[in-house]
């Protein structure tokens, strides 16, 4: 298998998190004789620094000629000042528009080891393996009209409008994505809307449940947001791949996210534009930046995205997401996961050890398999 990935560190702690998941990545060609090739690229304050701009030329053109985007996270706030369009963030809002991706993956998964960092209860979370689906290009977030009138409105004092807007293809597209994870998952999906209110949820609603009967191995069921929100907290082991229009899904992957217990966990995907893009969920944390405090886990969790939404390696993708879950259950623990009150049976490390560790547990079972094989 030959993939090229575009390497977009980006600022902060991003390059620190990105280098750890590329070294599982050549960890996972060697093992399996794939051809990774990995080629870096400037965006967000780094790029600024060097060429004036957040998304240079240079940088998209690399991002257009891979087979996947792999973007640690941007954001600097010696930039702050600039006008929005000029900053780190602009990179990141440009490249995801430009790449045109329209499905986010975000997954939710409960590891047992953690489950006493979540504020829910362990017998909630337990088991917990949520796929969100959400629609990223349109809906409330890019409708037409929008604007806000400071002297608008019956008393003078201001007016602002959104439109909430969807055709039917835009939610075909997403949902057929949903479909097909599901049908390779545990074979359910769960749309949410606000049908009971919103003509743009009918529409949702009417068009998801036709696409459904192509995929009759696959549960549809409905769910309205307001209560799906509270479901997600009470009974999140309910749920399989979740699927959600933009602001929908926004608001409630980060609510799902308290069941992982740590934002250096989660990782994401956004598919279906020209080349897949691939990023951790967190920010750049300029906290901790240089540090050595970094949770890698996010982003190597990214990496086994790419794995099996951009090479079709589902097995490998497996092993890694397998080794990260072995790592933990060993006890070892960035900063960001250690418990004072476990601390002596919970190593903490850097970043850099966590890379390692990590790389070790993916090494070990690929040789345990192998010699199971050859028996
Ligand atoms: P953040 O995600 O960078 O950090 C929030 C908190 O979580 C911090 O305390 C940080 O130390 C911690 N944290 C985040 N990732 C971690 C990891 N992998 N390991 C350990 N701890 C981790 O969010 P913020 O502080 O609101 O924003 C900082 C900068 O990042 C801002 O400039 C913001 O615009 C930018 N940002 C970028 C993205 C992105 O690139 N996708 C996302 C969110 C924020």
New binding site residues.
């Given amino acids: 298998m030959k993939l090229k990935i575009a390497v977009l560190g980006?600022?902060?702690?991003?390059p620190e998190?990105t280098h750890e998941a590329t070294e599982v990545l050549r960890t996972v060609a060697e093992l399996g004789g794939h051809e990774f090739t990995f080629a870096e690229g400037l965006i967000?304050g780094v790029a600024i620094t060097a060429h004036g701009t957040p998304l240079p030329t240079a940088t998209m053109d690399l991002a257009l000629d891979s087979d996947a985007v792999f973007?640690?996270?941007?954001?600097?706030?010696r930039y702050?000042s600039l006008p929005p369009e000029s900053?780190?963030?602009a990179g990141?809002l440009n490249i995801r528009q430009a790449l045109g991706g329209y499905a986010n993956l975000r997954p939710s998964v409960a590891y047992p080891e953690l489950a006493a960092n979540s504020p829910l209860r362990p017998e909630v979370t337990k088991g917990v393996d949520i796929l969100f689906v959400r629609e990223l290009l349109g809906g409330l977030y890019f409708g037409a009209p929008r604007w806000w009138n400071r002297e608008g409105g019956p008393e003078g004092d201001g007016e602002a409008i959104n439109t909430m807007r969807y055709t039917k293809a835009e939610v075909v597209r997403v949902a057929r994505v949903a479909f097909e994870l599901a049908a390779k998952r545990s074979k359910k999906v769960t749309s949410v809307d606000k049908a009971n209110v919103l003509e743009v949820s009918q529409l949702w609603r009417a068009t998801v449940t036709e696409v459904a009967k192509d995929f009759p191995q696959v549960t549809l069921e409905h769910q309205l947001v307001d209560s799906m929100a509270m479901h997600l907290m009470n009974i999140p082991r309910n749920f399989d791949v979740v699927l959600t229009e933009n602001l929908f899904g926004d608001i409630l992957s980060d609510e799902a996210a308290v069941i992982t217990g740590?934002?250096?966990?989660l990782p994401s995907a956004t598919i279906g534009g020209k080349v897949n893009l691939y990023?951790?969920?967190?920010?750049?944390?300029?906290?901790?930046a240089g540090t050595g405090?970094?949770?890698?886990?996010?982003?190597i969790l990214t990496a086994a995205m790419i794995l099996r939404h951009s090479a079709g390696l589902d097995a490998e993708a497996a092993l890694v997401e397998a080794a990260v879950a072995k790592v933990l259950a060993e006890g070892y623990r960035?900063?960001?996961?250690a418990r004072a009150s476990e601390s002596a049976a919970q190593p903490v490390v850097s970043?850099k050890e966590m890379g390692k560790l990590v790389r070790q547990a993916l090494t070990e079972a690929t040789d345990r398999q192998q010699s199971l094989h050859a028996v």
């Avoid at 405090?293 to 982003?299: F, I, M, S, W």
């Avoid at 960035?334 to 996961?337: P, Q």
């Fill in positions: 980006g600022d902060g702690i991003g998190v967000g973007l640690g996270a941007v954001g600097d706030s702050g900053r780190p963030e990141l740590s934002l250096g966990m990023e951790p969920v967190h920010g750049s944390a300029p906290d901790i405090k970094a949770n890698p886990l996010g982003a960035t900063a960001d996961l970043t």
